[in-house]
C-alpha cells in the first residue's frame, strides 16, 4: 500500500537549520509530484511546497520563499525539505503529501485539487 | 495567500445532516474547480474526503458529498455518525501552483 514515512524533526534554534526526509513506498514516486504542508500546534493547515515528479519545477508559499529548500532523490524514493534561517513561527507538525498530479513514459495526468496521500507527520520545534 | 474562510464549529445528532462552508475569492475557490477537503481526527493524518468539488475518493462513504457556488464551497455530511466527529480542512489551488487551505471546521456529534 502506499506509505509515506517522514523523519527529520526536531528541535533548532532560531536561525539554524533541519532536514526533513519522506521516505516513499508502494508506488512509483518518480512519477507523481509532492506536497510539503505544515500544521502549527492547535492551528490550521498550511501548504508550504510542491516539487514537480522530475524535480525540476518547485513552488513555495511565500513565508518561506529563499529559507526552505524542496527536492527530491527518485533513486532513493525520497523527498526532503532543507529548512535554513528557523523561526520560531516554523515551529509546526511537517506532512509530506502525495499530488495526485503524475507523469509516466506514457504521458502526464494532472490534476491541481491538492494532496491525495498524507504521511504521518514530523514534528519541528523552534525555540532558543 | 489569505486563508480560505470555514466556520469554527458545526453540530449535529447521529442520522442528521450537516454542511460546512468554505469561502474564498475569485482568486481561488471561484477560479477553479480544484477544492478538496480533508478530514483530521485528533494526533492523525489528514485523509482525502472530496476531490475536484464533487468527486469522493474510492473507500470514502457517499454520507459525504460536496459542491461549490461562486466563491463558496460546501462540503456535506449526510447520516452524521459518531466516527465522523473530527476536523475537516476545505483546500483551494489558488494559481502559479500555490494553494490554499481553510482554517478548519471541527464537527461535534452531539
Known amino acids: 500500500q502506499v506509505q509515506l514515512v517522514e523523519s527529520g524533526g526536531g528541535v533548532a534554534q532560531p536561525g539554524r537549520s533541519l532536514r526533513l526526509s519522506c521516505a516513499a513506498s508502494?508506488?512509483?514516486?518518480?512519477?507523481?509530484?509532492m506536497h510539503w504542508v505544515r500544521q502549527a500546534p492547535g492551528k490550521g493547515l498550511e501548504w508550504v511546497a510542491i516539487i514537480s515528479y522530475d524535480g525540476v519545477s518547485k513552488f513555495y508559499t511565500d513565508s518561506v520563499k529563499g529559507r526552505f529548500t524542496i527536492s527530491r532523490d527518485n533513486s532513493k524514493n525520497t523527498l526532503y525539505l532543507q529548512m535554513n534561517s528557523l523561526r520560531v513561527e516554523d515551529t509546526a507538525v511537517y506532512y509530506c503529501?502525495?499530488?495526485?498530479?503524475?507523469?509516466?513514459?506514457?504521458?502526464?495526468?494532472?490534476?491541481?485539487?491538492?494532496?491525495?496521500?498524507w504521511g504521518q507527520g514530523t514534528t519541528v520545534t523552534v525555540s532558543s | 495567500q489569505s486563508a480560505l474562510t470555514q466556520p469554527r464549529s458545526v453540530s449535529g445528532s447521529p442520522g442528521q445532516s450537516v454542511t460546512i462552508s468554505c469561502t474564498g475569492t475569485?482568486?481561488?475557490?471561484?477560479?477553479?474547480?480544484?477544492v478538496s477537503w480533508y478530514q483530521q481526527h485528533p494526533g492523525k493524518a489528514p485523509k482525502l474526503m472530496i476531490y475536484d468539488v464533487t468527486k469522493g475518493p474510492s473507500g470514502v462513504p457517499d454520507r459525504f458529498s460536496g459542491s461549490k457556488s461562486g466563491n463558496t464551497a460546501s462540503l456535506i455530511i449526510s447520516g452524521l455518525q459518531a466516527e465522523d466527529e473530527a476536523d475537516y480542512y476545505c483546500c483551494s489551488y489558488a494559481g502559479s501552483y500555490t494553494w490554499v487551505f481553510g482554517g478548519g471546521t471541527k464537527v461535534t456529534v452531539l
Open positions: 475569485s482568486s481561488d475557490v471561484g477560479g477553479y474547480n480544484y
Open positions: 503529501a502525495r499530488d495526485p498530479s503524475y507523469c509516466t513514459s506514457g504521458g502526464c495526468h494532472s490534476d491541481l485539487y491538492g494532496m491525495e496521500v
Open positions: 508502494g508506488f512509483t514516486f518518480s512519477y507523481y509530484a
